[in-house]
């Protein structure tokens, strides 16, 4: 699987947007890329993925740049509650046979 | 998406025992993953669990140390062997649910 890399750490205001970078450069094709979060103490949270085009759910969009190599991770109206660190994972398939191999990740702290 | 109950949610244990954990999920699933989370850093892999079949390790882990158990498709068991202070943790278990993976709210590990 395609390496990442993001920020260490990142702050944000409570209600504004966070907007979460992720470089994968040597991304294949066929390879996703994913975004989880982990809360203190609790079990990773998985929040959104795609492949070429932006997406959005309840929760986030994701921007993926054309040529695939970066995205963004964006939290529209960030609350106190999104204080986590946020991991940006990169696989082959949706299916799931395959591990999720997960790097450092971003802290992200919101602030009141 | 699935509902994964860990068991213990925490212990605290003497150096040379063992502890086993549980990891039961709501529906059946063909692949159930094992973490380790060591204090302050991210998610490591410790096995994958195929119903059936031996678990297959990832480097740095064996099954002497960490023997894992997967007798039907919603319930598996991780067992800490002969434990020291290093293997402090947080121990999770995942689950892939069609679109992202699921994961318990983990087991945390003191040894003493």
């Known amino acids: 699987d395609a390496k990442t890399t993001q920020p260490t750490s990142m702050d944000c205001a409570e209600g504004r947007a966070a907007n979460l970078p992720c470089n994968h450069s040597t991304i294949s094709g066929n390879e996703y890329v994913y975004w989880y979060r982990q809360i203190h103490s609790q079990g990773p949270q998985y929040i959104i993925h795609?492949?070429?085009n932006n997406e959005t759910n309840e929760m986030a969009s994701l921007i993926i740049t054309e040529d695939r190599k970066s995205s963004t991770l964006i939290l529209p109206h960030a609350t106190l509650r999104d204080t986590a660190v946020y991991y940006c994972?990169?696989?082959?398939?949706?299916?799931?046979?395959?591990?999720?191999?997960f790097g450092q990740g971003t802290r992200l702290t919101i602030n009141p | 998406s699935a509902v994964i109950s860990q068991k213990p949610s925490r212990d605290i244990c003497q150096r040379g025992t063992s502890l086993t954990i549980q990891c039961q999920v709501d529906s059946q699933v063909t692949m159930m993953f094992w973490y380790r989370q060591q204090p302050g850093q991210s998610l490591t892999l410790i096995a994958t669990?195929?119903?059936?079949?031996?678990?297959?390790?990832e480097s740095g882990f064996v099954i002497d140390k960490f023997p894992i158990s997967r007798p039907n498709l919603t319930f598996s068991t991780l067992t800490v062997s002969n434990m020291s202070p290093e293997d402090s943790s947080i121990y999770l278990c995942?689950?892939?649910?069609?679109?992202?993976?699921?994961f318990g709210s983990g087991t945390r590990l003191t040894v003493v």
């Open positions: 995942s689950v892939w649910r069609g679109y992202g993976y699921t």
């Open positions: 994972i990169v696989r082959a398939t949706l299916g799931g046979a395959q591990k999720l191999v």
């Open positions: 795609g492949l070429k």
């Open positions: 669990a195929n119903q059936g079949s031996e678990a297959t390790y």
